[in-house]
Each structure stands twice: as C-alpha cells, then as structure tokens.
C-alpha cells in the first residue's frame, strides 16, 4: 500500500456519508505511516484501537440511516460491515498479543476493502437516497 488519501471520485454527493469516509481513509493512513515509520508496536495498536472504534461507530450510523431510509439492501450491506469489523479485531487481538507485525498486505487489504465498499455499496446507497429525495 502507498499513501491513501480521499479522492473526489469515492464522493457519494452526502455530506452525511463522505465526511466519516474522510475520516476513516485518514485512519488507514495514519496506520500505514506508523507501520512504514517503523513506530513502535504500541504506537501501531493505539492507531490499530482508533480504527476500530470509529469503524465500529461509523458503520453503526449508516445502520442508522438505513433504517431511516427503509434500504432494502442493508442486509447484504451490513454482513460487508461486519466481515470487516472482525476482520480488523481479528488484527487488533494479533496485534495485542505481540504475535503478528502488520505486513503490506494487511495494509493493502484494508485499503483495497474500503475503496471496494465506498465504491461500490456505499455509492448504491448513495444512489438509493438521490432516487428517494427525488421522489422517483
Ligand atoms: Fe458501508
């Protein structure tokens, strides 16, 4: 992974949804600088637990507007929530325990995930709202 920063192109056009998208891209980022800055572990978990409490808590108001929306896709829109919260547990409790070091493909894999998920049901959701706000 290189530097991971916003890109107008993962715009879902909602204030509501792109602002926490910012934040959590940056999150990935601040990962992978500490990584690549040979931090220490302990620096790396800190960053690690803020990725998680706000992945936690930004996928928790999507939920919300989900639910606020009447969304029919959240089902399948929430397993790809969750499959990367434990995911990143997963890494968090590796992490803790001192038994793994985060490699450049873990780093990929949480970049590569979020930019699939911004891109692709984030922006169905995104599109759902337009069609709703539109009246069509
Ligand atoms: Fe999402």
Redesign the pocket.
Known sequence: MTHFQWNDAYSDGFKLIDEPHKILISLINDLYEAQSRGMLQSTIADTLDKLADYTVYH?SS?KGLFAEYEYPNAAE?LL??DYFVDKVKALQLELSKGSIVLSLKTMDFLKDWTIT?ILG??QE?GEFVRQRELGT
């Open positions: 996928f999507e829109h790809e929530h998920h049901s984030d959701f």
